[in-house]
């Protein structure tokens, strides 16, 4: 008898990957909502180097990696059994994308946006790859049943950008991290203070995240090399996933990383005593349609640690 899931997703997960960041975030929330429910992750990889079938279990939660090549056919049979099927961004579909057209989904399909995506490659000047994923957001659009936005001006560029969406059933999930809302942190602070010897007079500024172009980090290292070679009680922590090219960066921008200024790669659970620590956090945007409908879990975490 085969086993039954009450809803298969298209998406990695988090348990099982090594990295941690804002889109793998946003799929432990929405996990967090059907915590009661038998759950199908598929883990499709395009990499051609990745062939292997892997499977983990863990309460009630089943995670299949497959090969969108190798395992063209499972992938396909999965799609046809699944009575839910929840699309995590226009990314993780264009990995069925293919299997779509020789699938057979009696499925209810519910496809999240985050962000978008198409408009975002654009802006950094991948216009082949920007129409390519357009046709794929467009057809699945076409295919959902329920769309879902992190914010209601998200939800409105779409209005406008299909106006068929006004048709579908749809919905507004927030994006919150619950990790920020942290336990006491006295110990882990003054273990960072000392450690970073951070005196009482210190001015202690962060910038927590990646190094895309929308989020300007270029901007944000040639301020924080003005404030550096001004003032000597500036403190800076860089808390990143890709150190390596935050260290070329900060080399070009006349940023010296390591008396004053330190770069970190951390789990997100080790963020929140850094954010406690620091005076004042940098998020700047361009006035842009990427910008004008994200919904930016940094400005949550700066604004509770005050």
Known sequence: MK????????????????????????????????????????????????????????????????????????????????????????????????????????????????????????????????????????KLVKLADILVFVSKPFEQYYLEKYPDTKNKTRFIIPTCNSKVFAPELTSKVDGIKKKYNIQGDDVVLIYSGNIEKWQKIELTLEIMSKLYHSKANFKFFLLTGNPDRMAELAKDFNLPIGERAFILQLEPEDLMPFYEISHYGFVLRDDSIVNRVSSPTKLLEYLYFG
């Open 3 to 138: 086993e039954r899931f009450e809803i298969l997703f298209i998406a990695k997960h988090p348990a099982t990957s090594v990295r941690t960041d804002g889109f793998l975030n946003r799929i432990n929330e929405i996990d967090n909502l059907f915590c009661d429910s038998k759950k199908l992750y598929l883990d499709i990889t395009p990499k051609l180097k990745s062939f292997k079938k892997q499977e983990f279990h863990f309460e009630n939660t089943t995670i299949i990696r497959l090969n969108i090549f190798s395992h063209f056919f499972q992938i396909i049979k999965h799609l046809n059994n699944a009575e839910r099927l929840y699309i995590h961004s226009v990314y993780m579909g264009f990995r069925i994308f293919p299997h779509i057209y020789f699938a057979r989904i009696k499925a209810k399909v519910c496809f999240e946006l985050h962000g978008v995506f198409e408009e975002e490659l654009k802006y950094k000047g991948e216009k082949l790859r920007s129409k390519f994923y357009h046709f794929i957001e467009k």
